[in-house]
């Protein structure tokens, strides 16, 4: 059974930064696309980026391009998104999610991230 | 303001149907597969229907998805309690290059 699992998050200040992992298992997951996407507190679901198969093809949201960077180590089947730059904004849960070609199929449990001072 | 319009919120009585729609536009619906994800409160999204009308092993056939032109519906029969939930439609986007999510319909069973 598919399992994906996000750790790394936690309370930083703005204008800092914070790494999320999403360690993945029960899958080939070398074969598959990865998202981000968070939840504000009381809001709906938003899609922040995907990675493709290669590692090399990237796409992100307007929110956060050019502050996030997506990665994927196939060795340690793990995801990566690199937050920089961080607001108050984007205080939110965020969720990793395997793509089974543009749906996404598996989803972790969320990890919270809070911005402030 | 999402590129996907759902309606806030839609309900029914026990054992009754309700519909979701999804309206989107040519860069998405109309030339994308439409998924649907229900998310229960404090836990993940799951996955409900993909590829516009498919269900994932476990998902009952009270659920079911079609797609005509721009937009999407969601149909759930046999309304239970147990499917109280966020209900958010999603789809790529070739436009944005981005995957796209409605604002989500809170299903309430009266």
């Known amino acids: 059974q598919a399992q994906l699992v996000e750790s790394g998050g936690g309370v930083v200040q703005p204008g800092g930064s914070l790494r999320l992992s999403c360690a993945a298992s029960?899958?080939?997951?070398?074969?598959?696309?990865m998202h981000w996407v968070r939840q504000a507190p009381g809001k709906g679901l938003e899609w922040l980026a995907v990675?493709?198969?290669?590692?090399?093809?990237?796409y992100y949201a307007d929110s956060v391009r050019g502050r996030f960077t997506i990665s994927r180590d196939a060795s340690q089947n793990t995801l990566f998104l690199q937050m920089n730059s961080l607001r108050a904004e984007d205080t939110a849960v965020y969720f990793c999610?395997?793509?089974?070609?543009?749906?996404?199929?598996?989803w972790g449990q969320g990890v919270l991230v809070t911005v402030s001072s | 303001q999402s590129v996907l319009t759902q309606p806030p919120s839609v309900s029914a009585a026990l054992g009754q149907m309700v519909t979701i729609s999804c309206s989107g536009g040519?860069?998405?619906?109309?030339?994308?597969?439409v998924s649907w994800y229900h998310q229960l409160p404090g836990t993940a999204p799951k996955l409900l229907i993909y590829?516009?009308?498919k269900r994932p092993s476990g998902i009952p056939d009270r659920f079911s998805g079609s797609k005509f032109g721009t937009s999407a519906t969601l149909g759930i029969t046999g309304l239970q309690t147990g499917d109280e939930a966020d209900y958010y439609c999603?789809?790529?986007?070739?436009?944005?290059?981005?995957?796209?999510f409605g604002r989500g319909t809170k299903v309430s069973v009266l």
């Open positions: 999610a395997s793509d089974g070609t543009y749906y996404l199929n598996y």
């Open positions: 029960g899958f080939t997951f070398s074969s598959y696309g």
């Open positions: 990675i493709w198969l290669d590692g090399n093809d990237k």
């Open positions: 040519s860069s998405n619906i109309g030339n994308n597969d």
């Open positions: 590829d516009n009308h």
């Open positions: 999603g789809t790529w986007d070739t436009r944005l290059s981005a995957y796209v």
